[in-house]
Nanobody
Framework: VQLVESGGDLVQAGGSLRLSCAAS????????IGWFRQVPGKEREGVSC???????YHAHSAKGRFTLSAYNAKHTVYLHMNRLKPEDTAVYYC?????????????????????WGQGTQVTVSS
């Protein structure tokens, strides 16, 4: 199983970026793909998550600004980030729960994500 993130860049505050998470090595029909971010010296933070049934979840910091989409034929999930703020600066990681082993009764950030990508840097300048 391999997850490869791309799309990180330097952008001005108020701008937009689209991050990609390309997955390989598992059947892309029963999964959850989560996006997390981390700043050096701080704990990793859950940002957004997409279930294979189309359900999405967003952290409070992402609601109204970030959206998710999937291109199943390419086994790719996208994180569309709009109205970016300097506090969005971080390394962004995607992670997969496959086959999906979480529960709707449990907060998505506690689901078992068993594969992780290498991360992509997002820097938002003020």
């Amino acid at each position: 199983v391999q997850l490869v993130e791309s799309g990180g860049d330097l952008v001005q505050a108020g701008g937009s970026l689209r991050l990609s998470c390309a997955a390989s090595g598992f059947t892309f029909d029963d999964y959850a793909i989560g996006w997390f971010r981390q700043v050096p010296g701080k704990e990793r933070e859950g940002v957004s998550c997409l279930r294979s049934d189309g359900t999405t979840y967003h952290a409070h910091s992402a609601k109204g600004r970030f959206t998710l989409s999937a291109y199943n034929a390419k086994h790719t999930v996208y994180l569309h980030m709009n109205r970016l703020k300097p506090e969005d600066t971080a390394v962004y990681y995607c992670a997969a729960s496959h086959p999906f082993a979480g529960s709707s009764e449990t907060p998505w950030i506690l689901w078992p994500f068993n594969s992780w990508g290498q991360g992509t840097q997002v820097t938002v300048s003020s």
